[in-house]
């Protein structure tokens, strides 16, 4: 119970000054507060976890984006996407990560259920139910041993542990047995990897996380305030600021923790912007709604130039912020397109798609001359018409003789 009084506390303390703002049903969403033993073992599974793969692939690419962002291709309702009064930030993000590794793997793009992980993880009550918090690893191992993942739309799988009843009563709001886990879908493997940002310097730290999402992989952030001031900043930010404000960690950093007021928070981190190279940021997406409509997105810009060696003072290194991903394989569908010949246009576009290099595969999607990456975003948003109506082979881009995801993955690593 500890750990339930620490989030009570936290809630009473830090965001009844929000709370006339956030008239958005379960706007205001406590942040995590664990205690000595869990925030440790936070640590430790970060320090633990393998290293994610082509940490340097941002630095040998020439080509890389200044601007890019992975929001297009996460299937979410900005309102919903709102833990409400639980601490299940870490299940919205890791399932943020499983949705994209979906997608990248077979070309399925669903919405997946947060409430059917918070209803079976642990048995779905007690101190450790999902409403306390957790971390990727929890995330991964849950997933690792279950192998099933069920889509948003199923009966009773919808989020319903955003009332305050979850927190004070330690459970999920759904039974287990009420969730419908027909249909759903098969994984394979599942592993948290850690982005490499400490040790680096800061501009190997930028470019080991733009790699990632360069790969097409939203990055789990965990975020850690050290004192009530750190958290009601942030909140400020969130429901003042709107969605072009930047908000910036490093006026806290080596500031002493505060085990009563210290908290954690994870988001996810899904694309970047250095087109202004005086003030680059990284787009996060929040669980925390939408903000009362000034964040109609759900999402926040977080300043990229940091110090990510930065730690706060304490018995140990507690981190501003840990980078990871997850590294997830799915069984594939058995899909059967039928095309048609002849290229058309796409749905909303005047012109037909062109062969701008004569390859035989027609990279402007959207027939305004060029190959850019609106061409990446209609060739994704349309990929279930394309199928159907389009010459598969002129879109083919892996050339397997299909319509899916790896298509459009190949068309980006082309532009």
């Known amino acids: 119970m500890a750990r339930l009084a620490g989030v009570l506390l936290l809630t009473a303390l830090l965001f009844a000054p929000f709370a006339a703002a956030a008239s958005e049903a ?27 793969p082509g940490q340097a692939l941002s630095r040998a690419r020439s080509a890389e984006p200044a601007a890019t962002s992975l929001l297009p291709f996460v299937p979410y309702v900005p ?91 330690e459970r999920a709001l759904v039974p287990a047995s009420l969730i419908a886990e027909t249909p759903n879908y098969t994984l394979t493997d599942v592993e948290e990897q850690r982005v490499q940002t400490r040790g680096v310097g800061q501009v190997q730290a930028i470019a080991n996380i733009k790699a990632q999402l360069n790969q097409f992989r939203p990055v789990f952030v965990g975020l850690t305030y050290p004192n009530q001031g750190a ?43 250095t087109t202004d190279p005086e003030h680059p940021y990284w787009i996060m997406l929040n669980s925390m709604g939408t903000a009362n409509g000034l964040r109609p997105s759900g999402t926040f810009r977080m300043a990229m130039d940091i110090d990510y060696d930065a730690v706060y003072t304490h018995d140990y290194a507690i981190y501003p912020s840990q980078w990871e ?58 990929l279930a018409w394309w199928a159907v109506h389009e010459p598969i082979g002129a879109f083919d881009f892996n050339a397997n003789g299909r319509a899916d995801f790896a298509d459009v993955v190949r068309l980006f690593e082309r532009l």
Do not use: K, M
């Open 26 to 52: 379960s706007a205001v969403a406590p942040f995590l507060h664990p205690d000595e033993a869990a925030l440790e073992r936070w640590v430790g599974d970060y320090e633990q976890a393998s290293p994610a």
């Open 79 to 169: 309102a919903e996407r709102n833990q409400g009064a639980a601490g299940t930030c870490w299940v919205w993000a890791g399932t943020g990560c499983l949705e994209l590794s979906h997608l990248f793997a077979v070309g399925v793009q669903d919405r997946l259920s947060v409430q059917w992980f918070d209803s079976n993880y642990n048995g779905g009550a007690g101190p450790d139910w999902a409403g306390n918090g957790g971390t990727l690893s929890d995330f991964a191992r849950f997933y690792e041993g279950e192998r099933t993942a069920v889509p948003w739309s199923n009966t009773n799988a919808s989020y319903a542990d955003g009332n305050y009843r979850s927190v004070i009563e």
């Open 325 to 382: 991903v997850l590294e997830a394989s799915f069984a594939p569908p058995t899909p059967t397109p039928t095309p048609t010949p002849g290229v058309v246009p796409f749905p909303g576009q005047a012109r037909a798609p062109t062969d701008p290099d004569g390859d035989g595969r027609y990279e402007d999607v959207n027939g305004n001359g060029r190959a850019d990456f609106a061409d990446v975003v209609l060739l994704f948003n349309e």
């Open 231 to 273: 958290v009601s900043d942030f909140l400020s930010s969130w429901y003042s600021g709107g969605e072009s404000a930047v908000w910036d960690p490093s006026p806290y950093d080596g500031a002493q923790w505060d085990p009563a007021t210290g908290a954690a928070h994870a988001v996810l981190c899904v694309g970047y912007d």
